[in-house]
């Protein structure tokens, strides 16, 4: 069954009847990051708690670019304007607050968020979906400054149109490079899409362009999938460097334009940077990261270990099996959404299910998939039913999961921001 947007909303929305607090304040639910995990736990608890949680969402950008399906855009598959969408319904709808600023501090003794205007909003319960930061000085020779020049462009927005303009600007026959990710990181194949989005934009406006993956690590997620992509559909333009052949031995060189790899000098016209990663800075300034720079929860709802009345959503989180991906917080979101109702209006609280699929797009019209359904043990979030594509499928059945992957994203964005 094709997954479009009214599938998708009757399919995961939860009717949560939230009992009025009569004669009585309002409890109050801060959420820091507006994305697929904050704007999704913001509409539904205000929403279904029908008025009886006052509602604040602290992020910092009016219009949000979605950094899922940007890949898409790169391979001009999609405008740039498709991935933007605004907090309009969440405020107007459903009597969010909309704080348009960032988070800087969060006194848990006090609980109090403070914004970087100076503003500081006290909450009963805090939502923490912060996304990624970068780990700096996990590739040698970049930093956040050189990000014009070598753009990570993993957080969406504005460093992936410049990394789009880099590209467009490579000359005749010239070499594009990208360091990918050691794990863990956000949206696991998502490196490898972006590869086969700028090889479907060189393969049609550079042909005899090259491109070059350094890679520190031994596999990486829909591999066959994406190799045997690679060379139906643009053979001879791609080579990956992996750890044994000196991938795990890289230093950039952004002013030159070059990748020193295992002490060999390689050229690039235009290149991209995806640091080592963790959870975003707010995350660790509440301190609630662990030494590995990720949030442990609570398998059942969500809930910071280091702190009950904090929880932590998406790619910020250390939750087990599930990878950092839009759907999966997008469907963390709504177990955590039902879990602090009944915290805070006495509504029921209905056993933790999630789902995660991340769709892929080698070449225009040929998309594959990976998902899983999960459930909470004591130890962590746990796959219990997995599914991907598999090779040699046709190209009906390939475009079917791409028309498939339109559907989804259509359904998300209205569930996070209608």
């Known amino acids: 069954m094709l997954m479009n947007r009214r599938v998708f909303l009757g399919a995961t929305a939860l009717v949560l ?87 800087v501090g969060v006194d848990r003794d006090a609980r109090v968020v403070t914004t970087a ?27 956040l400054d050189d990000a014009e020049m070598m753009p990570h462009a993993y957080k969406g927005g504005e460093q992936v149109r410049r990394l789009k303009s880099l590209v467009e600007a490579m000359p005749e026959g010239g070499v594009f490079g990208m360091v990918a990710p050691p794990n863990p990181y956000r949206c696991p194949p998502g490196p490898y899409e972006r590869i086969s989005m700028i090889a479907t934009l060189l393969k049609a406006k ?24 690679w060379q139906r559909h643009y053979p001879g333009m791609i080579t990956r460097i992996g750890p044994d052949f000196g991938g795990g031995s890289i230093e950039v060189r952004p002013a030159a334009g ?5 002490g060999v000098v390689e050229k690039v016209d235009a290149a991209c940077v995806i640091p080592a990663q963790r959870a975003g800075d707010i995350a660790a300034q509440a301190g609630l990261t662990n030494d590995a720079g990720w949030v442990p929860i609570d398998p059942a709802n969500m809930r910071s270990l280091a702190d009950t009345a904090i929880t932590v959503l998406g790619d910020a989180s250390q939750q087990g099996d599930m990878p950092k991906s839009g759907f999966s917080a997008n469907s963390q979101a709504k177990v955590a959404a039902n879990a602090i109702l009944g915290e805070l209006t006495g509504s029921r609280v209905f ?18 998939k990976v998902g899983a359904s999960y459930e909470p043990t004591p130890e962590k979030i746990a796959s219990v039913h997995s599914f991907i594509s598999e090779t040699g499928e046709d190209a009906m059945l390939r475009k079917a999961t791409f028309e498939e ?6 359904g998300i964005t209205a569930d996070i921001f209608s």
């Open 17 to 103: 009847a939230a009992p009025a607090a009569i004669g009585q304040a309002k409890p109050r639910l801060v959420v820091i990051g507006g994305g697929a995990g904050g704007g999704t736990v913001a509409r539904y608890v205000a929403r279904d708690g029908q008025g009886a949680v006052d509602v604040t969402l602290v992020e910092p950008n009016a219009i949000y670019h979605t950094c899922f399906f940007s890949n898409l855009y790169l391979g001009g598959v999609r405008s740039y304007d498709s991935l933007a969408h605004n907090y309009d319904r969440l405020v107007g709808d459903h009597g969010v607050r909309h704080v348009v600023d960032r988070a």
């Open 351 to 368: 056993p933790a299910k999630y789902s995660n699929t991340c769709w892929s797009l080698i070449a225009p019209e040929d998309g594959v």
């Open 258 to 262: 070059e990748f020193v790899v295992d």
């Open 206 to 229: 550079n042909p005899t362009a090259k491109i070059l993956i350094v890679d520190p690590k031994e596999k990486y997620s829909k591999q066959a999938l994406f190799e045997e992509g």
């Open 117 to 143: 205007g100076g503003e500081r909003i006290e909450y009963d319960h805090l939502v923490v979906s912060p996304g990624i930061d970068f780990v700096e000085g996990s590739v040698p020779g970049w930093t």
């Open 405 to 410: 992957s339109l559907g989804w994203y259509a």
